[in-house]
C-alpha cells in the first residue's frame, strides 16, 4: 500500500484511468471479433462498412496511448488485407 500522500493520489489515479483503458480494450477486442467473424462467413460489405469503425476504435485507443500507434497500424493494416481477400 501506498504511504506518502502523492503515493496514494497516484493510486487513485491510476484506478480510474484503468476502468477507461479496460473499457477502451474491450471496444477493440470486440469490434475486431466483430469484423474477423464477418470476413470468415464472406460478407464483404458488411466487412467494408464495419471496417471504418474498427479504424475509428483502434485510433481513439492509440491517441489515449491505451494501445501503442504502431499496434494500432500493424492491426489496421492486416485487418484491411485480411478484407480484401474475401472473395
Known sequence: MPITSSAKKA???SKRKRVFNVRR???VKGSI???RKLAASGKKKEAEA???IVFKVLDKAAKAHTIKK???SRRKAR???LI???S
Open 79 to 81: 485487418l484491411s488485407a
Open 33 to 35: 471479433k466483430e469484423l
Open 11 to 13: 493510486l487513485r489515479s
Open 25 to 27: 480494450k474491450d471496444a
Open 50 to 52: 464495419l471496417l471504418s
Open 84 to 86: 480484401r481477400k474475401i
Open 70 to 72: 504502431g499496434n494500432a
